[in-house]
């Protein structure tokens, strides 16, 4: 079963800069990838990602701007540079990999990004 494996996160103060990493144990090719955080809480929400056959990103509200997504599929990663970081961007960040374009079904066990004000 492919395992995901997230990395980067930490405390920075507001307006600081992070770079989280999500290695995957299988291949990434072909396979929907995204970012998702959950804040202390809240609900999961979506942060940013690709679709299956989509080479241009897309990105929640709140991020616009501030986080880029990338992924290289030769090395099975996916990264999130997140700047200009805000308090309420605080949470735990989940990458996934969806099958299909409708739903994430293989999740990682999260990474903790704390924004000081």
């Known amino acids: 079963q492919v395992r995901l494996v997230e990395s980067g996160g930490g405390l920075v103060q507001a307006g600081g800069s992070l770079r989280l990493s999500c290695a995957a144990s299988e291949r990434t090719f072909g396979y929907m990838m995204g970012w998702f955080r959950r804040p202390p809480g809240k609900e999961r929400e979506f942060v940013a990602g690709f679709r299956i056959h989509g080479t241009s990103p897309y990105y929640g509200d709140s991020v616009k701007g501030r986080f880029t997504i990338s992924r290289d599929d030769a090395k099975n990663t996916m990264d999130l540079q997140m700047n200009n970081l805000k308090p309420e961007d605080t949470a735990v960040y989940y990458c996934?990999?969806?099958?299909?374009?409708?739903?994430?079904?293989?999740w990682g066990q999260g990474t903790q990004v704390t924004v000081s004000s």
């Open positions: 996934g990999r969806g099958s299909s374009d409708y739903a994430f079904d293989v």
